[in-house]
């Protein structure tokens, strides 16, 4: 029975994580968090062989490589607004260079304060 038990939190825990990006941390209705279950030391057979520290080190590996991704997207969009901000402000240069003399003083006129 506690085998079906086992395998039933190992299912709660892929569904919670890959599908509900589910906090890990939180208790259930007994008190325990779903990972405690698979690391706790049964020594039975077809038990889960994972241990606490082995569990924790894969965890902090996971929050290093989202942290590491979420850094690498803040860089791409940093540069993408930064070559979207220089393509605007090359456009708007292009269209001033063409301005006569009446354009200008609209220009002037409209942002002067009053």
Request: hydrophobic share 40%; charged share 30%.
């Amino acid at each position: 029975m506690k085998h079906i038990h086992l395998c039933l939190y190992s299912s709660l825990i892929h569904l919670q994580v890959n599908h509900h990006a589910f906090n890990m941390e939180m208790a259930d209705i007994y008190g325990k968090r779903a990972i405690d279950e698979l690391v706790a030391a049964r020594k039975r057979p077809r038990s889960p062989t994972g241990l606490a520290l082995r569990e924790q080190m894969i965890a902090t590996r996971r929050e290093e490589l989202v942290s590491g991704l979420l850094e690498k997207r803040k860089a791409l969009e940093a540069a993408d607004t930064e070559m979207r901000q220089a393509a605007t402000l090359a456009a708007a240069t292009e269209a001033c260079l063409h301005y006569d003399r009446d354009s200008w003083d609209m220009v002037k006129t409209a942002s002067q304060p009053k």
